[in-house]
Each structure stands twice: as structure tokens, then as C-alpha cells.
């Protein structure tokens, strides 16, 4: 990340309340302190989906994190032992590497992010130069004795500690083994796809079920499986599976955001589900906007959010606020694309087609391979009588992605429109390949070839 943009999370972390000002939002929290605090003007930048859990700065991370106080007592610390041992490795000559090095280290941390390495690095030098500038001055170092030939007891005391300590390496080795090989189911999934994806993420979530990435990837693995198996012919259809598969999604989306209530992705997860099964759930719509209210409160400048609120506004049939949301999606984001779409969308329940069509169109100027643009404005030019320039869209998205039935199938329509029954009846053979035994497509079939 940026050091600007560090920083600016940093303050504002520091500075939105007293207990942030003295000790920050906790170790380790720097992902949370981003998604809050993030200045809009991230948004412009071509990494706007990315969600950093370090600063570019370690020492702006540790202000975010730990707070004013922590970082002055850091910055103390390092100050003072980096201070005497340059004061008397200056009178014996020795360990001025160590200092050296330590000071570099301390000034890179101004610049840098504190991964693993360099972390064991600095108080490994830290810790060095003591003793190589502070064990030569008998002033700070004095030799005592202490002997236990008097203390019997302290030998079943040493033993105590040692088996305590013996039974926590073995703890650390099993919780280590067990945590390994849930990486390895976890690393395994996202390299297939279908019931034996929802298999190794099962097994990942049972070795590591404090984990809540897996628990998020699972439950959309769920809901993936519940949604393929909606799209099946009724006759085929298993509503007693999708029911299961979308209580075990909302089951695991719920279970993440309790873990870890602060994290975005878990409320964005489960706004996800809720959003997908609203057909088939009752109550999904509340819950729904519960997930995006309480998103929003985590990351208050992502315009994502802004345009799934607007979405859940308008299948409540709220034209209003769908419309607010979507605005409120651009100005945080001003060339959005979904939202600017969604807007267009809200302009054509209105018959208001002309500037609805012309929305699209400037969005097409600027992001030329955005297929779901091209879609909705063949389907505008279509619903306009514009058959022609219709057609011209659909084969964009076509050459962009050839699998997408929808833009295949209203190319079928299009070409019927005109008469040209020979292209028409080539797309629908097209769309009944992708979606096997669809009734729609195999009636418009039958009715081309006139049966």
C-alpha cells in the first residue's frame, strides 16, 4: 500500500475515538482499520477491490493498531536501547555493526511493512546489540550467583515445568498438523469445482473450524451447488437437497460473521447468499439488508454495497431509495459500472429510454469490454425497435464470452424479429446446448421450424 494512504488509515484509526487514540484497535487488526477508514479517493485507483492487511509503513501500522501510546512506548524502547549501545559500543569499539544494522532496520519500518523476516531480524539485532555493547560495562552488567544445593523442592518444581512445556510442544505439533492439512484441503478445493470442492472445504472447515476463510469459501461452495441444482428441469429438480445445501450455506455464512463480526467479507458473504435464495426463503430480504447495513458500517466507502442495497431496494419494489443507493454508489466511486448500469436500468421502468440508452453508451466509451453493458444496451436497442444495432451488441458479448446464453438467446430473438429463421434457429441450438432440455427454448425451436 501506498505510504499516503497508510497513513491516512493510521490517523483516522488513531483518531475516530479515545480508546483507539491510546491503544489503538488491537494487534493484528490493520485489515478491519483499512476497510473503515480508507479515504474515497482509494477508489480511483485501479486496486479499489483490494482489501490490505498491512500498511506500507510499519510504523503507520502500529499507530492504527496499537495506538498513540503504542507507538511512542515502540518508538521509546528502540530509542533508548539503541541510544546506550551506541554510547558504549563508542568507548569499546564493538558491536557498532549491530547498532548499525538496528538503526536501518528502525528506519525502513518508517517505509516498509514488518513481514516475518524482518521481524525476527529486528529484535534478533535488537537484542544483539545489548549484548555486545551493554556485557562489556560493568556498570550495567554484574555477575550474581544463586545457588539451589538448599531448595530439594526446585527439582519436582523443574519437572513439573517440564512436562508442562513437553505437553504444550506436543499441543503445537497437533494443532500445527491439523491446521497444515487444512490448507491443503483448502488449496485443493479452489482447484476443482463441484461436490468434491464441497468436500475438501468440509474437511478444511473440521480441521481449522476458528478459520473463518474457509468457512465464507464454503458456504458459497453451498450455495454454487443449491443454485446449479435449481437451474435443473423440473422434473429433475431436488427441492429436499436445495433446501439442505441453502440452510448448511446460511449455516456457515452466519457461523464466519460470529467469529469475526468486524470482518467485511463475512456480512458481504452472507449478504450474497440472502440475496441468491430470496426466491426460495422466507424472511431473505431482511436479513439481506441486515448484512449490507452492518457491511456498511464496517466499509462505509465501498460502492459495491451501495449498489447491492440499491438492488435489494428495487426487487422490494422501492424505486426511491434503489435509486439513492445507486447514486450514493457513484459518488464514491464515480465511474462504477454496475451502479451507472443499475441507473440506466431504473431510467427504462420509467419508459425513460433515451437517456437510459445514452447512460449505457457513454459507459461503453470508456470500458468498451464490459459485456453486461453491452447486454443491457442490445436489449434496450431491441425493446426500441432497433433491431440492427440489438443484434451488433449481442455479438459483441458473444465474441467476448461465447457460452453466454442470454446474449445468445435474445440474438436468436433479434434474428426471428427480421425473419432470418436459418441464424435464429442456429442460436437457439446454441442456448439448448448450454441449458439442456430448457422448455422455452426447445418451444421457440419447434415454433422456427415450424412444427
Known amino acids: 500500500m501506498s505510504q ?13 475515538n479515545v ?6 484497535s488491537g494487534p493484528g487488526t490493520f485489515y478491519y482499520d483499512f476497510s473503515k477508514y480508507k479515504p474515497q479517493s482509494f477508489n480511483q485507483n485501479w486496486m479499489w477491490q483490494i482489501r490490505f492487511d498491512r500498511a506500507g509503513s510499519h510504523f ?16 521509546v524502547l528502540a530509542a533508548i536501547i539503541l ?11 564493538s558491536g557498532i555493526h549491530f547498532i548499525m544494522t538496528l538503526a536501518a532496520l528502525i528506519v525502513g519500518q518508517l517505509v516498509y511493512y514488518q513481514n516475518t523476516s524482518l521481524f525476527f531480524v529486528f529484535w534478533l539485532i535488537l537484542g544483539l546489540s545489548v549484548v555486545s555493547g551493554w556485557i562489556k560495562s560493568p556498570a550495567l552488567m554484574r555477575e550474581s550467583k544463586i545457588s539451589f544445593k538448599n531448595f530439594p523442592e526446585l527439582s519436582l518444581l523443574l519437572m513439573t515445568v517440564v512436562i508442562i512445556f513437553g505437553s504444550a510442544i506436543l499441543a503445537l505439533y497437533f494443532y500445527g498438523a491439523k491446521y497444515y492439512l487444512a490448507d491443503m484441503n483448502y488449496s485443493k478445493a479452489l482447484t476443482i469445482l463441484g461436490e468434491p470442492r464441497v468436500k475438501n472445504l468440509e474437511k478444511a472447515v473440521n480441521q481449522n473450524p476458528g478459520f473463518t476463510s474457509y468457512r465464507t469459501a464454503l458456504a458459497k461452495a453451498y450455495l454454487i451447488e443449491a443454485l446449479n441444482e435449481i437451474q435443473k428441469p423440473q422434473t429433475e429438480r431436488d427441492s429436499a437437497k436445495i433446501q439442505l445445501l441453502v440452510s448448511k450455506a446460511i449455516e456457515q455464512g452466519k457461523a464466519a460473521a460470529a467469529l469475526q463480526p468486524n470482518q467485511v467479507a463475512n456480512w458481504e458473504t452472507l449478504g ?30 465501498n460502492p459495491v454495497l451501495y449498489t447491492e442495497l440499491g438492488r435489494l431496494y428495487l ?32 431510467l427504462e421502468r420509467d419508459n425513460i429510454l433515451d437517456e437510459a440508452m445514452a447512460k449505457i453508451e457513454n459507459l461503453i466509451k470508456d470500458d468498451p469490454y464490459n459485456v453486461e453493458a453491452r447486454f443491457q444496451l442490445g436489449r434496450l436497442y431491441f425493446n ?11 455479438q459483441a458479448v458473444t465474441i467476448l464470452i461465447p457460452n453466454h446464453s442470454n446474449a445468445r438467446y435474445s440474438l436468436g430473438v433479434a434474428y426471428a424479429s427480421q425473419g ?14 448450454l441449458n439442456p432440455g430448457n422448455p422455452d427454448v426447445i418451444k421457440k425451436l419447434k415454433e422456427l421450424n415450424g412444427e
Open 384 to 394: 426500441n425497435n432497433r433491431a440492427d444495432e440489438a443484434i451488433e451488441q449481442f
Open 4 to 16: 499516503p494512504i497508510s497513513w491516512q488509515v493510521a490517523v483516522k484509526s488513531a483518531t475516530d
Open 83 to 93: 541510544f546506550i549501545s551506541w554510547f558504549l559500543a563508542s568507548k569499546e569499539f
Open 19 to 24: 480508546k483507539n487514540g491510546f491503544i489503538g
Open 60 to 75: 503507520a501500522e502500529l499507530l492504527g493498531t496499537v495506538g498513540f501510546l503504542g507507538l511512542f512506548v515502540y518508538i
Open 315 to 346: 426487487a422490494a419494489g422501492n424505486k426511491e431509495k434503489a435509486g439513492e443507493s445507486f447514486n450514493k454508489a457513484l459518488e464514491k466511486k464515480s465511474d462504477y459500472a454496475a451502479a451507472t448500469i443499475q441507473l440506466a436500468l431504473l
Open 420 to 433: 432470418k429463421t436459418e441464424l435464429a434457429i442456429q442460436e437457439f441450438e446454441k442456448v439448448l446446448k
Open 272 to 301: 450474497i447468499i440472502y440475496r441468491e435464495i430470496g426466491g426460495i426463503a422466507v424472511g431473505a430480504g431482511e436479513w439481506w439488508l441486515k448484512s449490507l447495513e452492518k457491511a456498511l458500517v464496517l466499509e462505509p466507502t
